[in-house]
Nanobody, 123 residues
Framework: QVQLVESGGGLVQAGGSLTLSCAAS????????MGWYRQAPGKRRELVAL???????NYVDSVKGRFAVSRGNAKNTVYLQMNSLKPEDIAVYYC?????????????????WGQGTQVTVSS
């Protein structure tokens, strides 16, 4: 089974930085895209950053210029470098992957999320 495990969350002072890491495991045939979602208390889950297999990236407006998503050299890894953190960034961050697995001789693409890691920013 495919599993995404993220780490790196914690408590940081406003203006500080954190780096989140995620590794996908399992019989993954293809990585279409990976990235990060987050869900703040009382709010809906939103896509924060995405990087495609070709290396193009997208960010939600609120983090542009502060966050950077990247793929690792190791297979099926993704990182989120978060700088100039604000209290508005407080949320549970979820690793995301659109991954292909082989089923009955065909590649099936599905969306996967990790269990989440808490990011807390103090004023």
């Amino acid at each position: 089974q495919v599993q995404l495990v993220e780490s790196g969350g914690g408590l940081v002072q406003a203006g500080g930085s954190l780096t989140l890491s995620c590794a996908a495991s399992g019989n993954i045939f293809e990585v279409n895209a990976m990235g990060w979602y987050r869900q703040a208390p009382g709010k809906r889950r939103e896509l924060v950053a995405l990087i495609t297999s070709g290396g193009s990236t997208n960010y939600v407006d609120s983090v542009k210029g502060r966050f950077a998503v990247s793929r690792g050299n190791a297979k099926n890894t993704v990182y989120l470098q978060m700088n100039s953190l604000k209290p508005e960034d407080i949320a549970v961050y979820y690793c995301y992957g659109r991954l292909g697995t082989v089923r009955a001789g065909s590649v099936e693409m599905n969306d996967y999320w990790g269990q989440g890691t808490q990011v807390t920013v103090s004023s």
